[in-house]
């Protein structure tokens, strides 16, 4: 089972490992990119179990966990970025359309449950 969303978040995954990587050797900066490794690959683990979830309520709840990871990865995206760590906006692009894709998917599995 492929989906776009399991696609998406691997890919996140991935790209947040090379910028963390990156971060890490040129600027020697570890505590938000400790942080972000985390959060930014937790994304993809949870939608990942969110659909071998039991139900529904567990599929949508580990969406919502899911989102709040990225919300977090968005935060300290922002932080490398004002604070002069990383310049490359792609990166932060890419996480709020994954979390944008996050909502509609909690949304719309909210709206068949009814």
Same mark, same amino acid.
């Given at each position: 089972m492929e989906s776009p969303l399991l696609t998406k978040s @691997?890919?996140?995954a991935l790209d947040i490992i090379k910028v963390c =990587? @990156?971060?890490k050797s040129e600027k020697r900066e570890?505590? $938000?990119t400790n942080q972000l490794i985390r959060s930014g690959t937790s994304i993809g683990a949870n &939608?990942?179990?969110a659909f071998y979830g039991h139900g529904k =309520?567990?599929?949508i709840a580990k969406l919502q966990i899911a989102l709040k990871e990225c919300s977090e990865s968005e935060y300290w995206i922002e932080l490398l970025i004002e604070s002069?760590?990383?310049d490359d906006k792609? &990166? $932060?692009k890419n996480c709020i359309e994954l979390k944008k894709i996050l909502i509609s998917s909690i949304n719309t599995? @909210? @709206?068949n449950d009814k």
């Open positions: @691997k890919q996140f =990587n @990156k971060v570890s505590v $938000l &939608i990942r179990e =309520n567990d599929f002069g760590y990383y792609t &990166i $932060l599995a @909210k @709206k």
